[in-house]
């Protein structure tokens, strides 16, 4: 896994889950938009395998 791309996506990640006030308060958000970055960068090369990319 590349790291640059795991950073990239917790980052732009974060900063949407920033942007969502339904969540609570604003660090809470950036720490599950970063997770959710996070999550979707690891499971990246999986969909990329499996559509054959």
């Known amino acids: 896994m590349?790291?640059?791309t795991l950073a990239f996506y917790a980052?732009?990640?974060g900063l949407l889950g920033l942007a969502g006030p339904n969540l609570g308060r604003p660090m809470i958000r950036l720490g599950i938009g970063?997770?959710?970055g996070l999550?979707?960068?690891g499971a990246l090369p999986t969909i990329r395998a499996?559509?054959?990319l």
């Open 2 to 4: 590349d790291p640059v």
């Open 11 to 13: 980052v732009v990640c």
């Open 34 to 36: 970063a997770a959710v």
């Open 39 to 41: 999550i979707a960068a």
């Open 50 to 52: 499996s559509i054959g």
